[in-house]
């Protein structure tokens, strides 16, 4: 058995790699911003003087919805750059200690909403970048190892 065929992945090309990531982070960050979006609090009324009145839920759910591309932009752009820096050593480690390098250095993106969100954003988005990182990230070809 050699060295390499204990190794994580091969056999792809590291920009074909990031397009497969690019494409799967956009879908679990959009299932993710659906969650963030029925979890926001509902805004008072603009159209009513009383400030007890908020936006019905479907009202509220669009405009959480809407406003999905700044942080899809922020953290997603992020975290893709991130997983451009360590994309090339995925060949010289197993899958399972990439993928846990690859969730821990996800986390770093959400720093900004540490301050400025509420504990349910924080930990729904804590959440996408972990379960993308462990579950949804693709890995490539996973070498056998020889017998």
Request: aromatic share 12%.
């Amino acid at each position: 058995m050699n060295a390499e065929s204990s190794l994580g992945c091969s056999g792809e090309s590291t920009s074909r790699w990031l397009v497969r990531c690019g494409i799967r982070y956009v879908i679990v960050f959009a299932l993710g911003w659906v969650l963030v979006a029925a979890t926001f609090d509902r805004p008072h009324d603009p159209a009513s003087l009383d400030f007890s009145v908020r936006l019905p839920f479907w009202e509220s759910f669009l405009r959480g919805l809407s406003g999905g591309w700044g942080p899809l932009l922020i953290e997603g752009g992020q975290s893709l750059v991130i997983l451009g820096f360590i994309a090339r050593h995925r060949h010289l480690e197993t899958a399972g200690s990439f993928r846990l390098r690859a969730g821990f250095l996800l986390i770093f993106p959400l720093w900004p909403y540490v301050i400025f969100t509420p504990l349910t954003m924080l930990l729904i988005l804590a959440g996408v970048q972990v379960i993308f990182a462990a579950l949804i990230m693709p890995l490539g070809k996973v070498s056998l190892p020889d017998n």
